[in-house]
């Protein structure tokens, strides 16, 4: 188990390596002087030179990323040409709302897609499981920022029941200690500004959550008819079980195992999709950075989020399987014999 | 219709040695059940029979309809839609304008009308491509020895360590904002999943009682996969290039939102919605009827991938 998990480490280190290696050389295809957006549009001739210098973008391309390579191992991104502050201290502020963001949006997620999902599979066929068929379709189909868009104009600017944008109201912005906006208004011990952290993060979340809600909630249903089919689901009935205890205890734990899995990979991918939403409700999360970044041709901080995006997005992975292998013992035989294909 | 993994020669259609070989006759055995097209023709035949529900048959029909809007859309479009009219900007939906006009005065279903043909035929080359490229790097990957196969997984696994959004976003960027190069880096984003899926499907149909008995009558790995394997394993990559149209839709849309699809002028359905967000509470006609065409268009290609799964997928088939 151990040595598995080593190797499984040792391949997801490779993997990130080689994400980081391509977006370098891709960075240096950019058409355009990194150095003249570092030194800034009204530099002269001998700025852009010294930008150069400082940067090291005077070097052979092999030579930048031995350098980058060297400097990133020791925890070193190298500096924002956009922002002028270093790109780690860029990310350790911007990483927090972004992770907010996503467990949040995974809290919704299970709070709401799962026991619609259970409902629908116990109602098969009747009116409730047909509406809430129609709306895991729906959920799946609409693209996330426009949902962000939509549910910004109704709720916030129409109704006004929740804040347009940002991470906090001007002056309720908890003192920084962790970076998480939710966390740090608990620690500073103030109620409103935990409301008002919170209030901030529901609709992102929301938007957010729609397609993966629509995956997790059918995954369950389809789950869940299968295992209501059952003979030990029959057996519970006619021992006198009630239709909650045949649902919750019988049905929905069966299927947990695979919505776990599903949860654990989409982590990654609200990590992409994040990026759209937070664009939408200028969020100043890892998405918005990236968007900039790139919009700026500012290398290295493309290279930090990429970096960092990747390494959740492996670690995910890396857990799901571990968390797989630890709970289900068939997966457990297949991996552990090395029979897999 | 016999759905068995028969092997290919067997249902070929009876065709003399002397009978001329014509294009239409070449499509025709392309599309028979025994053909490489033969899962696609299975797949599409009886959409319409008793065994189709009302909402498959709905998503079947409107899927047709937007392929439909998309090639014919630039030629039933009632304005021009590059065409600026200051004057009327931001006109509301009314008799002239069935879906108003955005900031600039251009009507907006021209523009959603001419974005059909940009969004969508974009969004099928992508898969097209990707599948078609996933496919070959699979048959590679199969036929190559062991270091080679697990060389380029690995590079399948790297590929795969990011989230196709970002990493289609930096390539897109990469290389400048222009429809062809969001085509090119929706491709690199895509193909690892395809190859990786098909290269499984692969190893599980080369050990197959009829590949096995190929093999054992002195034909070589090479034609053995080319007519033996290949063919009973496409219906398997139908199902996922169809489920993959509607993600990739939406994956373009979001990349056009974000700035780095086609540039400015063109109408592009993500690209729209990024342009009338700012109006959203003054004019919500501008972004709100291209996130609809979106929502729409991701949801009859992916019902259409369902229906098309349920028919070819083997281990549903039964089933029914």
Same mark, same amino acid.
């Given at each position: 188990?151990?040595?598995?998990? @080593?190797?499984?480490?040792?391949?997801?280190?490779?993997?990130?390596? &080689?994400?980081?290696?391509?977006?370098?050389?891709?960075?240096?295809?950019?058409?355009?002087?990194?150095?003249?957006?570092?030194?800034?549009?009204?530099?002269?001739?001998?700025?852009?030179?010294? @930008?150069?210098?400082? *940067?090291?973008? =005077?070097?052979? $391309?092999?030579?930048?990323?031995?350098?980058?390579?060297?400097?990133? $191992?020791?925890?070193?991104?190298?500096?924002?040409?956009?922002?002028?502050?270093?790109?780690?201290?860029?990310?350790a502020n911007t990483v927090p709302t972004t992770l907010q963001l996503v467990v949040v949006t995974m809290l919704l997620t299970v709070v709401i897609a799962v026991p619609?999902?259970?409902?629908?599979?116990?109602?098969?066929?009747?009116a409730p499981d047909v509406s809430a068929r129609i709306l895991f379709v729906l959920a799946g189909g609409v693209p996330v920022f426009w949902l962000a868009i939509l549910l910004q104009w109704v709720f916030a600017s129409n109704l006004g029941w929740f804040p347009i944008s940002g991470a906090n109201s001007f002056g309720m912005s908890p003192p920084s200690v962790t970076g998480f906006t939710l966390v740090d208004s608990l620690i500073a011990g103030s109620p409103a500004m935990f409301g008002d952290s919170l209030a901030h993060v529901i609709?992102?979340?929301?938007?957010?959550?729609?397609?993966?809600m629509s995956t997790i909630?059918?995954?369950?249903?389809?789950?869940?008819?299968?295992?209501? =089919?059952?003979?030990?689901?029959?057996?519970?009935?006619?021992?006198? @079980?009630?239709?909650?205890?045949?649902?919750?205890?019988?049905?929905?734990?069966?299927?947990? &195992?695979?919505?776990?899995?599903?949860?654990?990979?989409?982590?990654?991918?609200?990590?992409?999709?994040?990026?759209?939403?937070?664009s939408v409700f200028a969020l100043p999360g890892i998405g918005t950075?990236?968007?900039?970044?790139? *919009?700026?041709?500012?290398?290295? @901080?493309?290279?930090?989020?990429?970096?960092?995006? &990747?390494?959740?997005?492996?670690?995910?992975?890396l857990v799901v399987e571990v968390v797989q292998i630890w709970t289900d013992p068939r997966v457990r035989q297949s991996h552990l014999t090395g029979a897999q294909a | 219709m016999t759905l068995t993994s028969t092997p290919p020669e067997a249902e070929a259609p009876e065709i003399g040695a002397d009978t001329p070989r014509t294009p239409a006759r070449r499509a025709y055995e392309w599309l028979t059940p025994a053909g490489l097209g033969g899962g696609i023709s299975r797949g599409l035949r009886g959409l319409f029979g008793r065994h189709t529900g009302a909402l498959d048959r709905s998503a079947v029909v409107v899927s047709i309809l937007l392929v439909a809007i998309a090639i014919i859309g630039p030629f039933v479009a009632p304005y021009d839609p590059y065409l600026? /009219?200051?004057?009327?900007?931001?006109?509301?939906?009314? +008799?002239?304008?069935?879906? %108003?006009?955005d900031d600039a005065g251009r009507d907006v279903l021209s523009r959603l009308l001419v974005g059909a043909g940009t969004t969508l035929l974009a969004a099928v080359a992508v898969v097209l491509i990707s599948t078609i490229v996933g496919v070959l790097v699979a048959c590679v990957a199969v036929l190559s020895p062991r270091g080679v196969d697990a060389t380029i997984m690995r590079i399948c696994d790297i590929f795969m360590a990011l989230p196709a959004m970002v990493l289609a976003l930096g390539i897109?960027?990469?290389?400048?904002? +222009?429809?062809? +190069?969001? /085509?090119?880096?929706?491709?690199?984003?895509?193909?690892?999943?395809?190859?990786?899926? /098909?290269? %499984?499907i692969l190893r599980v149909t080369m050990n197959a009682a009829y590949v096995e008995s190929a093999r054992v009558n002195g034909i070589g790995r090479f034609p053995t996969l080319v007519r033996h394997v290949l063919p009973n394993s496409l219906d398997s990559v139908y199902v996922q290039a169809s489920m993959e149209i509607s993600g990739a839709v939406v994956l373009m849309a979001g990349l056009a939102y974000l700035g780095v699809g086609a540039p400015p002028? +063109?109408?592009?359905? %993500?690209?729209? /919605?990024?342009?009338g967000r700012e109006y959203i509470t003054t004019a919500w006609w501008v972004a709100t009827f291209p996130g609809l065409a979106i929502t729409v268009a991701a949801i009859a290609f992916g019902l259409l991938g369902d229906v098309i799964r349920v028919r070819l997928d083997p281990s549903l088939r039964r089933k029914r």
């Amino acid at each position: 188990m151990a040595t598995y998990i @080593a190797k499984r480490l040792g391949l997801a280190l490779l993997s990130v390596w &080689g994400v980081i290696t391509i977006v370098f050389f891709m960075t240096k295809l950019i058409p355009g002087d990194a150095a003249r957006v570092a030194a800034g549009r009204t530099a002269t001739a001998e700025q852009v030179e010294q @930008a150069r210098q400082r *940067l090291g973008l =005077d070097l052979p $391309v092999i030579e930048q990323y031995f350098l980058f390579l060297g400097k990133a $191992v020791r925890g070193d991104l190298g500096e924002s040409a956009s922002t002028h502050q270093s790109v780690v201290s860029d990310l350790a502020n911007t990483v927090p709302t972004t992770l907010q963001l996503v467990v949040v949006t995974m809290l919704l997620t299970v709070v709401i897609a799962v026991p619609l999902g259970a409902l629908s599979a116990a109602l098969r066929d009747r009116a409730p499981d047909v509406s809430a068929r129609i709306l895991f379709v729906l959920a799946g189909g609409v693209p996330v920022f426009w949902l962000a868009i939509l549910l910004q104009w109704v709720f916030a600017s129409n109704l006004g029941w929740f804040p347009i944008s940002g991470a906090n109201s001007f002056g309720m912005s908890p003192p920084s200690v962790t970076g998480f906006t939710l966390v740090d208004s608990l620690i500073a011990g103030s109620p409103a500004m935990f409301g008002d952290s919170l209030a901030h993060v529901i609709l992102p979340a929301l938007a957010l959550s729609a397609p993966f809600m629509s995956t997790i909630a059918r995954n369950v249903r389809s789950n869940m008819i299968g295992a209501l =089919d059952t003979d030990y689901v029959s057996f519970a009935i006619s021992k006198g @079980a009630g239709p909650y205890r045949v649902v919750v205890h019988h049905g929905l734990r069966s299927t947990m &195992g695979s919505t776990l899995t599903l949860l654990g990979m989409q982590f990654g991918w609200m990590m992409g999709a994040a990026l759209l939403v937070e664009s939408v409700f200028a969020l100043p999360g890892i998405g918005t950075y990236l968007n900039q970044a790139v *919009l700026n041709q500012d290398t290295f @901080a493309v290279l930090g989020c990429v970096l960092v995006i &990747g390494i959740v997005f492996t670690v995910a992975s890396l857990v799901v399987e571990v968390v797989q292998i630890w709970t289900d013992p068939r997966v457990r035989q297949s991996h552990l014999t090395g029979a897999q294909a | 219709m016999t759905l068995t993994s028969t092997p290919p020669e067997a249902e070929a259609p009876e065709i003399g040695a002397d009978t001329p070989r014509t294009p239409a006759r070449r499509a025709y055995e392309w599309l028979t059940p025994a053909g490489l097209g033969g899962g696609i023709s299975r797949g599409l035949r009886g959409l319409f029979g008793r065994h189709t529900g009302a909402l498959d048959r709905s998503a079947v029909v409107v899927s047709i309809l937007l392929v439909a809007i998309a090639i014919i859309g630039p030629f039933v479009a009632p304005y021009d839609p590059y065409l600026a /009219v200051p004057a009327d900007a931001l006109l509301p939906p009314g +008799s002239q304008h069935w879906m %108003g006009t955005d900031d600039a005065g251009r009507d907006v279903l021209s523009r959603l009308l001419v974005g059909a043909g940009t969004t969508l035929l974009a969004a099928v080359a992508v898969v097209l491509i990707s599948t078609i490229v996933g496919v070959l790097v699979a048959c590679v990957a199969v036929l190559s020895p062991r270091g080679v196969d697990a060389t380029i997984m690995r590079i399948c696994d790297i590929f795969m360590a990011l989230p196709a959004m970002v990493l289609a976003l930096g390539i897109a960027a990469a290389l400048g904002p +222009s429809l062809g +190069s969001v /085509v090119l880096a929706m491709v690199i984003a895509m193909w690892p999943g395809t190859t990786r899926l /098909v290269r %499984g499907i692969l190893r599980v149909t080369m050990n197959a009682a009829y590949v096995e008995s190929a093999r054992v009558n002195g034909i070589g790995r090479f034609p053995t996969l080319v007519r033996h394997v290949l063919p009973n394993s496409l219906d398997s990559v139908y199902v996922q290039a169809s489920m993959e149209i509607s993600g990739a839709v939406v994956l373009m849309a979001g990349l056009a939102y974000l700035g780095v699809g086609a540039p400015p002028p +063109s109408a592009d359905w %993500g690209a729209m /919605v990024a342009q009338g967000r700012e109006y959203i509470t003054t004019a919500w006609w501008v972004a709100t009827f291209p996130g609809l065409a979106i929502t729409v268009a991701a949801i009859a290609f992916g019902l259409l991938g369902d229906v098309i799964r349920v028919r070819l997928d083997p281990s549903l088939r039964r089933k029914r």
